[in-house]
């Protein structure tokens, strides 16, 4: 879930860094932000399969490369590679509580 979330804000701040680049950067720049924004967009609807986690991380890679059309994007994607990498340790650690719980409460419940 805190995965997923990253990317819906990824997509949502490339369609602001396409509005700064329609003003000041070449038309390449735009298809490469559009190619991002939708990369961010499928991957994030694929979270439950391999690919999408694989389109998640070519998405952050990605969006730092941005940062040669929209040098802001350097430092926007840097953060957003760090949330991408939070998001992905917390929501394992997140997991494990909950088998753990679910374990617990299936002990439990078949030893009374």
């Given at each position: 879930?805190?995965?997923?979330?990253?990317?819906?804000?990824?997509?949502?701040?490339?369609?602001?860094?396409?509005?700064?680049?329609?003003?000041?950067?070449?038309?390449?720049?735009?298809?490469?932000?559009?190619?991002?924004?939708?990369?961010?967009?499928?991957?994030?609807?694929?979270?439950?399969?391999?690919?999408?986690?694989?389109?998640?991380?070519?998405?952050?890679?990605?969006?730092i490369a941005y940062g040669f059309f929209i040098p802001t994007m350097f430092i926007l994607g840097s953060l957003f590679l760090g949330l991408w990498v939070a998001a992905i340790i917390l929501g394992r650690k997140g997991e494990a509580a909950k088998a753990a719980h679910i374990a617990k409460a299936e002990g439990s419940d078949s030893g009374s």
């Open positions: 879930m805190l995965a997923r979330s990253v990317l819906i804000m990824e997509f949502l701040i490339i369609g602001f860094a396409l509005l700064v680049a329609k003003d000041l950067s070449t038309k390449n720049s735009l298809y490469f932000g559009a190619l991002i924004a939708l990369l961010a967009f499928f991957s994030s609807g694929l979270l439950k399969f391999k690919v999408g986690w694989a389109l998640g991380w070519l998405t952050q890679i990605l969006l």
